[in-house]
């Protein structure tokens, strides 16, 4: 398949699962299961696909660092068992690892909590010319937080700040962080990777079952699937709030980790197609250096 003919194929693949106005978004209109007019039969194809989508990526990235004026940031959000570490692992795999940064946030540290929320996350910003890659993020802060609202009294904030309109406040200010961060060259790319309830129970009875996989479980992952309804409002109500054409989210169906990869695959190929990259020109003045550079190794002995 021609170039042109697989970024055509990434938009088409991506597009149903992009959300850049979230007014009418539903989380309910999404099905976790969905692959499209992929079936399971499919999936050596969808392997051929992701394969293709890798290559392509490689080549994007290598453009991306030789122009050096965007960076990429690529924010995973979901729930436990969703699969966010293998689909990074599976995408990102043929990227140069000197153009990519992978961040991985924690429970916020002493140090965290006695500064903004976005604080933390600014810190790890890619440079241009670089993807960055966030495994959770900020949007912890409109998640976890707001279903654990426990943990905002460990926040150092004003009590007056701390009312019912805290997170429309902080709606607001990812909003403009991220037009920010778009007016500043570093395009914001966000996945909710959708697994069901009943995928998620699986993988977990999986984790337990699989002496090699136990290291996965852990009892905190049970106590947070009791929260399930609770979290599927927060993701609801943060997508909606802070969708942009400048910053989109991608709500990925998780429950088939093959169809997941090749979206995220697509979407990303789709946004590095979208900026409009090209290998710097050579002025002529560097392009005589480079002609005398390449006689004066033929002429040597």
Known sequence: MRRKELIQRARELSKPFRVEKGEAFRLKHVDPGDTLEFSAEDKPRAKEALALGVELLADFQDLLYAQDRWALLLIFQAMDAAGKDGTIKHVMSGVNPQGCQVSSFKAPSSVDLDHDFLWRSNQ????????????????????????????????????????????????????????????????????????????????????????????????????????????????????????????????????????????????????????????????????????????ALLAEN
């Open 124 to 295: 790890a910003l890619p440079e241009r010319g670089r993807i960055g890659i966030f495994n959770r993020s900020y949007y912890e802060e409109t998640l976890v937080v707001r279903v654990h609202p426990e943990l905002l009294e460990r926040q150092s904030l004003p009590s007056q700040l701390k009312g019912k309109d805290i997170w429309q406040h902080r709606f607001q200010d990812i909003r403009h962080y991220e037009r920010y961060l778009a007016r500043n060259g570093i395009a914001p790319l966000k996945f909710f990777l959708h697994v069901s309830k009943k995928e998620q129970k699986k993988r977990f009875l999986e984790r337990l079952e699989t002496p090699e996989k136990n290291w996965k479980f852990s009892a905190a992952d049970i106590r947070e699937r009791a929260h399930w309804d609770d979290y599927m409002e927060a993701y609801e109500d943060t997508i909606r709030h802070t969708a942009t054409p400048e910053a989109p989210w991608y709500v990925v169906p998780a429950d088939n980790k093959w169809f997941t990869r090749i979206v995220v695959a697509a979407a990303i190929i789709d946004a590095l197609d979208q900026l409009d990259l090209a290998y710097p020109v050579v002025s002529e003045e560097a392009r005589q250096r480079l002609q005398d550079a390449h006689q």
